[in-house]
């Protein structure tokens, strides 16, 4: 079991930044890959970014050159920090967790509770 709690998101004008912060606690040694998603109303959730255990970092092309995920493995945070925000990444971000189970092949997801990011024009 994992759980995970977000922090840092708000309300922010455009072309400003924010940066949150996401904290896992349980089973940490098992997790592999972490990441944010976001959902604005209406929509689907859709991946921001995603960071291995080892670094490797994947991106929604919407925010390439904008955001950037950073993990600090041994304190179990994951970061976003989003730059040059546009009204358009207004939604509720979810951190999320994938993490291997113990007995079996493959992963479950776990997620956070969200966390509101408010962009106005």
């Known amino acids: 079991q994992v759980w995970l709690v977000e922090s840092g998101g708000g309300l922010v004008q455009a072309g400003g930044s924010l940066r949150l912060s996401c904290t896992a606690s349980?089973?940490?040694?098992?997790?592999?890959?972490m990441g944010w998603y976001r959902q604005a109303p209406g929509k689907q959730r859709e991946l921001v970014a995603g960071?291995?255990?080892?670094?490797?970092?994947n991106y929604a092309d919407s925010v390439k050159g904008r955001f950037t995920i950073s993990r600090d493995n041994a304190k179990d945070t994951v970061y976003l920090q989003m730059n040059s925000l546009k009204p358009e990444d207004a939604a509720v971000y979810y951190c999320?967790?994938?993490?291997?189970?113990?007995?079996?092949?493959?992963?479950?997801?776990?997620w956070g509770q969200g966390t509101q990011v408010t962009v106005s024009a």
């Open positions: 960071i291995t255990s080892a670094g490797s970092t």
């Open positions: 999320n967790a994938q993490v291997r189970r113990l007995y079996t092949t493959g992963s479950n997801d776990y």
């Open positions: 349980g089973s940490t040694s098992r997790i592999n890959v």
